[in-house]
């Protein structure tokens, strides 16, 4: 049932990263994302300093044209929109950064990656110096943050909007990410819930029990506007500005 839901972290596209492996896998990870109350997906591969934005965005429209023809009618309404997993860390700046990010769709919205092990706080201060419009990518990943969920926080102080991976929910990459997401969900501070799939088997386990304790977890307004509302309106608009006043700030329980 097609609920409008919409995906803003993705390995869908075939033969790019380490996301699916087949234009058939591609299509089966499309469909159930379909079925699931999806209709549209970011295809987001992993974009590291150096790569060619251009051969990859060139690339990226490869593969989504192969997916759209290989599906043919049996998903007709469903999109997939170019975009990127960036990844940064506070060795780089602005101008490294800017040769490289690739946005969401055609906003000026990028989706960043960050170390995951060492302290947080210092690539996002090199972040936030950039001045780019930020998604922080499962934020409840980063080891700093498992160890101490309120450091989740310092992202929001940055003016940055959080995803969390559905899957985190429910264990997939282990008991102490999963307490620290629920822990930070139940805190109200993220803004965007993705898949991050990167297989069909992922996709499997994260559309079916992820989605189920998404919903458990949440009432249908919050559901709906963590995979929405939320999505739609990250790609169009500027996030608030940076909050530095940390009393401003509830702390995850």
């Known amino acids: 049932m097609n609920k409008g839901y919409i995906d803003i972290h993705s390995h869908i596209l075939y033969d790019v990263d380490d996301g699916a492996g087949t234009v058939e ?29 251009g051969a990859l965005l060139s690339r990226c429209r490869e593969r989504i044209r192969g997916i759209t023809e290989k599906a043919g009618d049996m ?29 969401l769709g055609d906003s000026d919205t990028f989706l960043v990656e960050i170390p995951f092990i060492g302290e ?6 090199a972040l936030r110096r950039s001045g780019l419009r930020c998604i922080i990518a499962h934020v409840e990943r980063y080891a700093d943050v498992v160890q101490d969920p309120n450091k989740a926080y310092l992202f929001k102080q940055a003016g940055f909007l959080l995803q969390m991976n559905i899957g985190s929910l429910i264990g997939i990459y ?53 995979l929405r509302d939320m999505p739609a309106s990250a790609a169009h608009s500027r996030p608030d500005k940076p909050r530095t006043e940390e009393a401003d700030l509830p702390r995850v329980r």
Not at 120 to 125: E, F, G, P, R
């Open 120 to 125: 947080v706080s210092l690539h996002l201060s």
């Open 174 to 226: 282990g008991f102490d990410v999963m307490k620290a997401a629920g822990r930070i969900l139940n805190a109200g501070i993220i803004d965007i819930l993705a898949t991050d799939i990167h297989d069909i088997a992922h996709a499997d386990v994260v559309l079916s029990k992820g989605l189920e304790r998404v919903k458990a977890l949440l009432p249908p307004r919050q559901v709906t506007k963590v």
């Open 25 to 53: 896998e591609s299509v089966r990870m499309m469909k159930a994302l379909a079925v699931a109350g999806f209709s549209v997906s970011f295809a987001t591969p992993h974009n590291m300093p150096g790569n060619d934005r």
């Open 75 to 103: 998903l007709t309404g469903y999109s997939i929109l170019p975009g990127a997993e960036n990844y940064f860390d506070a060795t780089l700046d602005r101008g490294e950064a800017s040769d490289y990010f690739i946005p």
